[in-house]
C-alpha cells in the first residue's frame, strides 16, 4: 500500500515537473497522498520525511517552488530505486545449448566494430570488409552471428547473397531457430534468402515437411524455393500440384525436382506435349540417365513413334518441336529404345528437313534436322557417326567431329579431320576450339579423350596456340620449346597461358620460367595488352599447386617488383602462404 | 616479449590501419624482416609509395612502453607500415638476427634521457598557485549558481512549455559553464538538451529529461557544498572520497593522484567488459574498459576520451584480453567502479589461475542487487555493473532469468549501457556456461515498470571469458 502511495506521487510529481512547479502550490492529488505517506512515516522515518517535503511544496510560494519539486521527485525517486522489483516467478526451464563450437579466439573490438558497422550500416566497400572478415575466420564470434542474420535482410543483394551462401552456412542448425521466427514475420526477397538457407541445413525430412508446408504460399519466390526442396522422395503428390503452377519459375523448380521421382515418370512424358513440354523433357532425361527399365522406355518411344508418324503423315510441322522434346527425354536413355527411335527419326531426316514452319510453330524442319544432329553426335553410337560420316561436309564438320570423337580412334579423327585446319580460318578456329575449350557439350570432359600426337605438329606449324597449349606434352620437345619460346617473352599477351600450360603439362623446368617470367616482368615495359594478360594470368594461375620452395623463391621476385600488376602476382602468392598457415595451424 | 596477434590488435591506432597493415603483410610489402641480438627491436623495410622502402620498427627496450618508429610521414603511431611488420613477427615469419642500426641506436639514447628527466620532472613536487586556485573556485561556483537560477526557470516554465528557443538557451548556459571551469556541468546541461530535443516517444523523452534535471539538481548541490568546504580549507585540499570533482569536470592528473596516495602498487588487471562510443553531448568519442582488479577484487573502469575534431591524431583504445600490468595504478576519489589510470603497463597471458581469481570475487546475486539499487538511488548514476555467479541461466514465460541461490533477476538487453543484443546469445554460448558461472552483469532500472533488470555482458568459466557486448 505505502509503495503503492508512493509510486502515485512519483506520478504526480511528475505531472507537475511537465506542468510547472507553481501549479503544485495547494494541489489537490498530491495533498490527498500527504496522509497516507504521514501514517507510513511512523514506521519508518523516510516516508515522513518524503510528507514533510510534499508538505512544504504544497505550501511553496511560485518562487520556492522548484526547489522544492525538485528535492521532493529527488526523495522520492530515490526510494523507489530501492524498492525495484527484480523477482520473477514460476518454473525456470534450462537454456538449451547450441551445438556451435563457435571460437574464443580473442579479436580486437576495433576488427570486430569495422565489421558490424559494414553490416549494419549502407555505403560502398562493405562486402569487401565481410569477404576479408569471413577469410579471417572472424565470424566464428558469437557476437557477430545476429548481425550476420539480420545482414540477410540488406539491401545490397551481393552482400545478403554472400551472407546466406558463405558465412551463415558455417554456423549450422544452431541458427534454424532464428531464421524460422524471422521467416513467419517477414515477407520479401529476405525471406527467399531465410528459405534457402534453411532448406540448406535441415534434414531430409524436414525440409519435405517445410516445403510441402509453404507450396501454398502466396509469393511466387517461396513456392518456387519450396518446389525445389521436394527431392528426395514422398512428395511428388505436392510436385504435380507445383508443376501446374500459374508462374513458371514455380513450373521450372517443380519439373527440376521431379527428376530424382522415378514415380514422376508417367506424369512427366504426359506433359511432354504440352507448353512445359521443354522442362518435362528435360527433367525426363535427367530421370532417364539414372537408369530405367527398357519396357518403360519402349513404351516412351512408342508414343514418340506415334508423334513421328504423325508429322510425317499430316506434314504439320507443329508438331516438331513435341517430337523434338521427345527426342530429347529419351536421349537420357542411352541403351535401347531411346537411340533406336533416334535413328529412327534420323532415317527420315530428309523427309523432315523440308517441312516449313507452321504459323504457330518456332521451328521449321531445318532447326529440327540440326538439333537432330546434335542428339546424334552426342548418343556415343556407332550407327549415329555412320550417318554423320555419310554427310561430312569439311566446311561444317562439328557434329561429325563430335561424334567421331566418341566412337572412333585418334588416327581416324586426324585423318578425317586434320584438311579443316587447312581451310578458311573461321573453319579452323571452330575445329581448334572445339578441342581446346572442350566446353562445348559434343564432346567428353578433356581427360577422357586421347587425340593423335599429329594435331600437335599440325598446331604448331600453323601457329595454333590455343591448340598447342592444350596438346602439349612433357615429351614432345619441338612443342615444349616453342610453348617455352613464348612464356618467356614477357611482351607476349600469351605468355601466361603457355606458362600455365607448360605445368599442365608436367614439364619440370616450369617454376624457373615462372621465376625468369616475373624477373623480366619487373625490367619490362608494360602496354596495357600485357597489363590485361597479367590479370587474366593472375586469375587462373594455380598457386595452390606450387611448393613452398617454389612460392617462396617466386616470392622472393616478385616482392622486388613495382607496379599494379606486379603487387598482385605478390598479394596471390603471400595470399596462398597465408592459407597455408592457417590450413596447417587449423587441422 | 609476446607479440601476438591480440597486441597488434590493442596497439592500432584505429581499425583502418590494421586493415591496411594486414593488406601490406600479405601483400608482400615487407622487404625486409630483422631482429636485434636480444630481441627487443624489430626493425625491417617496407615497400611504400615513395622510391625508398619505409624503414619501420618496432622498440621493446622498456616493454612496458614499446616505441614505434617509421620513415613515413604518417601522424599515427604505431603507422600501417610497423604494424605490418609487427603482424609479421605475430605470424611467424622469419625474422633475422641483424646489428640495430645507427639511427635507432641514437634515438634510444635519447629515449633512455627522456625516461630519467620525465622521473626528474615527476618526483618534483608540483607548485599549486592557490590565489589562482581560490579564483578558479569562485568562478566555479557562480558557475554553478547561474546553473541553478537556469534550473529552477525551467521547472517553473515545466518541461511542457519548453519550445526550441529553450534548447538555445541551454546551449548559451552550456557554453558560459565552460568558461566557469565546470565542463562536467556542462556536458550534463548539454545532455539535458539532447534529451529535451530528442526524436522519440514524448512520454519517453520527458523521462530522460526528469532524470536528467534530478542530476544537475543533484550536481549543483553537491557541487557547491564541495567548493565551498574546500574554499574553506587553507590548504584547498580536493575531496578524495567521492567522485564529485570529476563530476563537475576536474582533469585529474596523475602527479596530483599521487601526492593524495590515490595510487596501488602492482596491480593486475583484467578487462571483462569494452564499449566505443560517440558522446554527442561530449562532442567525444567515448572508450569505456571496465576491469577486474586481481589483487583487490574490485570492478575499476578505464575511459579514453577523443574529441571528435582530432580523433583520428589521438589513439583509439581497443579490447584487450591479456592480463594488464603496472607498477603504478592511479586510481580517481569515489569507492564504486572508480576511474584507473596509468603511465607504464606491460602484459601477460591470462591463465587459469587468473580466470579462478576472478571467479573468486564474484558476488552472490543478493548483494549485487543490494549494491546495485543503493548506487542507482543517487541520480548521478544510471547504470551499476557487477560480477555475479549463478547456478543457472533459464526462462521463465518468455523471460530469460538468471538465477543464484533463492534469488532471480530477469536479464533484458535495455538494461545495460550497451546497444549490442547480448540476451539472445545466451542461447548461442556453449551449454557448460548456461550454470555454475560468473558473468558481469549491467543493472539498470526498467522506466514505468519499477523493476530492476540485469543485462549480461562477460560469461567468465574455469576456462574462458567469454565477451557478449564490443
Known amino acids: ?587 | 616479449m609476446s607479440i601476438d596477434e591480440a597486441f597488434v590488435d590493442s596497439a592500432a591506432p584505429n581499425a583502418a590501419a590494421l586493415t591496411k597493415a594486414r593488406k601490406l603483410a600479405r601483400g608482400g610489402k615487407l622487404l625486409a624482416r630483422h631482429q636485434d641480438a636480444d630481441g627487443t627491436l624489430i626493425f625491417g623495410e617496407c615497400a611504400g609509395s615513395g622510391k625508398q622502402a619505409y624503414r619501420p620498427s618496432a622498440d621493446f627496450q622498456d616493454p612496458s612502453n614499446p616505441v614505434y618508429r617509421c620513415t613515413c610521414p604518417s601522424r599515427q603511431f604505431p603507422c600501417k607500415h610497423t604494424l605490418a611488420l609487427l603482424y609479421a613477427f605475430a605470424s611467424g615469419e622469419a625474422f633475422t638476427v641483424a646489428d640495430v642500426p645507427e639511427d635507432i641506436a641514437a634515438k634510444r639514447a635519447k629515449q633512455v634521457a627522456r625516461a630519467e628527466n620525465r622521473k626528474a620532472r615527476a618526483a618534483k613536487p608540483k607548485k599549486v598557485n592557490k590565489r589562482a586556485l581560490a579564483k578558479k573556485i569562485d568562478a566555479q561556483l557562480d558557475g554553478l549558481a547561474t546553473l541553478e537560477t537556469l534550473l529552477h526557470d525551467l521547472m517553473r516554465s515545466g518541461l511542457g512549455a519548453i519550445t526550441a528557443k529553450t534548447a538555445a538557451v541551454l546551449e548559451k548556459q552550456a557554453k558560459q559553464l565552460g568558461d566557469a571551469y565546470l565542463p562536467g556541468a556542462q556536458y550534463a546541461v548539454r545532455q539535458l538538451a539532447g534529451a529535451l530535443g530528442a526524436d522519440e516517444n514524448p512520454e519517453a523523452a520527458y523521462d530522460h529529461a526528469i532524470a536528467q534535471l534530478l542530476r544537475i539538481a543533484t550536481l549543483c548541490k553537491r557541487g557547491v557544498t564541495y567548493l565551498e568546504a574546500r574554499k574553506a580549507d587553507p590548504e584547498l585540499t580536493p575531496d578524495t572520497r567521492t567522485p564529485i570533482a570529476a563530476w563537475l569536470g576536474h582533469a585529474w592528473q596523475l602527479s596530483e593522484l599521487r601526492a593524495l596516495e590515490l595510487f596501488e602498487e602492482n596491480a593486475e588487471l583484467v578487462q571483462l567488459y569494452f564499449r566505443a562510443y560517440d558522446d554527442l553531448a561530449r562532442r567525444e568519442r567515448v572508450e569505456l574498459g571496465v576491469w577486474l582488479n586481481l589483487k583487490s577484487g574490485a570492478l575499476q573502469q578505464t575511459l579514453n576520451y577523443r574529441p571528435h575534431r582530432a580523433e583520428r591524431f589521438m589513439k583509439e583504445a581497443s579490447s584487450f584480453h591479456h592480463v594488464r600490468q603496472t607498477p603504478c595504478l592511479y586510481r580517481y576519489p569515489g569507492e564504486t567502479l572508480p576511474r584507473v589510470r596509468w603511465d607504464e603497463a606491460s602484459e601477460r597471458p591470462l591463465d587459469p589461475r587468473d580466470l579462478a581469481t576472478l571467479r573468486s570475487h564474484a558476488l552472490d546475486l543478493s548483494a549485487a542487487i543490494k549494491a546495485a539499487k543503493g548506487r542507482l538511488k543517487d541520480p548521478l548514476y544510471e547504470t551499476a555493473f557487477a560480477l555475479v555467479r549463478y547456478d543457472q541461466l533459464g526462462r521463465v514465460g518468455d523471460a530469460t532469468v538468471l538465477q543464484s541461490g533463492d534469488e532471480r533477476i530477469v536479464l533484458n538487453d535495455d538494461a545495460g549501457c550497451d546497444p549490442m543484443e547480448t540476451v539472445a546469445l545466451l542461447e548461442l554460448v556453449d551449454g557448460a556456461l548456461h550454470r555454475n558461472q560468473v558473468a558481469l552483469l549491467a543493472f539498470r532500472p526498467q522506466a514505468g515498470a519499477h523493476s530492476l533488470h540485469a543485462k549480461p555482458l562477460t560469461l567468465i568459466s574455469e576456462a574462458q571469458i567469454v565477451r557478449l557486448a564490443l
Not at chain 1, 511528475?14 to 510547472?20: F, K, M, P, S
Not at chain 1, 525440409?207 to 519450396?226: G, K, P, Q, T, Y
Not at chain 1, 523432315?352 to 518456332?362: E, M, Q, R, Y
Not at chain 1, 614439364?507 to 615495359?525: E, N, V
Open chain 1, 1 to 587: 500500500m505505502t509503495i503503492a502511495a508512493l509510486r502515485e506521487t512519483a506520478i504526480e510529481l511528475r505531472r507537475l515537473t511537465i506542468a510547472g512547479s507553481p501549479l503544485a502550490r495547494g494541489d489537490f492529488r498530491l495533498k490527498k497522498l500527504v496522509p497516507v505517506l504521514q501514517q507510513t512515516g511512523k514506521k519508518a522515518a523516510v516516508f515522513a520525511t518524503i510528507a514533510g517535503a510534499l508538505e512544504t511544496l504544497l505550501e511553496s510560494p511560485k518562487a520556492q517552488s522548484a526547489q522544492h519539486l525538485l528535492r521532493a521527485t529527488t526523495l522520492v525517486n530515490a526510494v523507489l530505486a530501492t524498492q525495484l522489483k527484480h523477482r520473477v516467478e514460476g518454473e525456470l526451464v534450462p537454456l538449451e545449448a547450441a551445438d556451435l563450437h563457435l571460437s574464443n579466439r580473442p579479436v580486437a573490438a576495433k576488427t570486430m566494430r569495422e565489421i558490424l558497422e559494414a553490416l549494419s550500416s549502407t555505403g560502398s566497400g562493405r562486402l569487401e570488409v565481410i569477404v576479408e572478415g569471413h577469410r579471417s575466420g572472424y565470424f566464428r564470434d558469437l557476437r557477430l552471428m545476429l548481425p550476420a542474420l539480420r545482414a540477410l535482410d540488406d539491401r545490397y543483394s551481393e552482400l545478403a547473397e554472400f551472407m546466406e551462401q558463405e558465412v551463415l552456412p558455417t554456423y549450422g542448425r544452431a541458427i534454424l531457430p532464428h531464421l524460422q521466427r524471422a521467416f513467419a514475420q517477414e515477407k520479401g526477397y529476405a525471406q527467399v534468402r531465410r528459405l534457402r538457407l534453411m532448406l540448406r541445413l535441415l534434414s531430409d525430412a524436414e525440409r519435405r515437411a517445410l516445403c510441402i508446408e509453404l507450396a501454398e504460399s502466396d509469393v511466387l519466390e517461396v513456392r518456387a524455393a519450396a518446389a525445389g526442396g521436394l527431392t528426395g522422395g514422398g512428395a511428388t503428390k505436392e510436385l504435380f500440384v507445383l508443376a501446374k503452377d500459374r508462374a513458371h519459375e514455380v513450373r521450372a523448380a517443380a519439373y527440376g525436382a521431379l527428376a530424382t521421382e522415378p514415380d514422376a515418370l508417367d506424369f512427366l512424358a504426359k506433359a511432354i506435349p504440352t507448353q512445359d513440354g521443354q522442362l518435362a523433357s528435360t527433367a525426363l532425361a535427367t530421370l532417364l540417365a539414372q537408369g530405367v527399365q527398357d519396357p518403360v522406355t519402349q513404351g516412351l518411344a512408342e508414343q514418340a513413334d506415334a508423334y513421328l508418324a504423325n508429322v510425317l503423315e499430316r506434314k504439320k510441322a507443329h508438331h516438331l518441336r513435341k517430337l523434338l522434346h521427345w527426342l530429347r527425354a529419351l536421349a537420357g536413355d542411352k541403351r535401347g529404345p531411346g537411340i533406336e527411335l533416334l535413328l529412327r527419326v534420323a532415317a527420315q531426316r530428309a523427309a523432315l528437313s523440308k517441312l516449313p514452319a507452321a504459323v504457330k510453330a518456332d521451328i521449321d524442319g531445318r532447326h529440327f534436322v540440326e538439333r537432330l544432329d546434335e542428339l546424334l553426335a552426342t548418343c556415343g553410337d556407332e550407327r549415329a557417326t555412320e550417318m554423320l560420316l555419310e554427310r561430312l561436309n569439311l566446311k561444317a564438320p562439328r557434329h561429325a567431329f563430335e561424334a567421331s570423337v566418341r566412337t572412333r580412334n585418334p588416327a581416324f579423327v586426324y585423318d578425317t579431320f586434320h584438311a579443316v585446319m587447312a581451310r578458311k580460318r573461321r573453319d579452323r578456329e571452330l575445329l581448334s576450339d572445339q578441342i581446346v575449350c572442350g566446353y562445348d557439350e559434343g564432346l567428353p570432359p578433356r581427360g577422357e579423350v586421347a587425340w593423335d600426337p599429329r594435331w600437335l605438329d599440325l598446331a604448331i606449324a600453323r601457329n595454333d596456340r590455343q591448340l598447342a597449349f592444350m596438346l602439349l606434352t612433357a615429351s614432345h620437345g619441338p612443342a615444349i620449346q616453342y610453348a617455352e619460346d613464348i612464356a618467356s617473352d614477357p611482351k607476349d599477351h600469351e605468355s601466361g597461358d603457355a606458362l600455365l600450360a607448360l605445368r599442365d603439362a608436367g614439364y619440370a623446368r616450369w617454376s624457373s620460367l615462372l621465376d625468369r617470367r616475373i624477373a623480366a616482368q619487373r625490367t619490362g615495359r608494360h602496354s596495357t595488352k600485357t597489363y590485361w594478360s597479367d590479370q587474366r594470368f593472375l586469375e587462373s594461375f594455380p598457386f595452390d599447386a606450387l611448393s613452398d620452395q617454389e612460392l617462396a623463391d617466386a616470392e622472393a621476385h616478385a616482392a622486388k617488383m613495382k607496379g599494379s600488376a606486379e603487387a598482385q602476382y605478390t598479394t596471390r602468392m603471400a595470399e596462398e602462404r597465408f592459407r597455408r598457415r592457417t590450413s596447417t595451424k587449423g587441422s
